[in-house]
Nanobody
Framework: QVPLVESGGGLVQAGGSLRLSCAAS????????MGWYRQAPGKQRELVAT????????YAGSVKGRFTISRDNATTNTVYLQMNSLKPEDTAVYYC?????????WGQGTQVTVSS
């Protein structure tokens, strides 16, 4: 098991910033990839950003240039999502995701609300 603990969500005005954190614990050996997904009301869960073990990041087109995913190099089991220039359409529950081998793990989600 790889429990994931998220923090950093909240309410912010459009144009503002938030930083999400996700710490993995338990069997973190061989975590290949960590990342963030989000789900808005009435919509499917979608990819936001991922980062793999060599540090290469991937972003959804809708957040590219505004969001930055990074990893704690000291521990390698914590990832961050810096979200700048937030828009009301970024409002969603954000979920941390970890891939270890072929098994995926999910956090409990943290709410991000962007007011106009």
């Amino acid at each position: 098991q790889v429990p994931l603990v998220e923090s950093g969500g909240g309410l912010v005005q459009a144009g503002g910033s938030l930083r999400l954190s996700c710490a993995a614990s338990g069997s973190i050996f061989s975590i290949n990839r960590m990342g963030w997904y989000r789900q808005a009301p009435g919509k499917q869960r979608e990819l936001v950003a991922t980062i793999i073990s060599n540090g290469i990041a991937n972003y959804a087109g809708s957040v590219k240039g505004r969001f930055t995913i990074s990893r704690d190099n000291a521990t390698t089991n914590t990832v961050y999502l810096q979200m700048n220039s937030l828009k009301p359409e970024d409002t969603a529950v954000y979920y941390c995701n970890a891939l270890r081998g072929i098994v995926e793990y999910w956090g409990q989600g943290t709410q991000v609300t962007v007011s106009s």
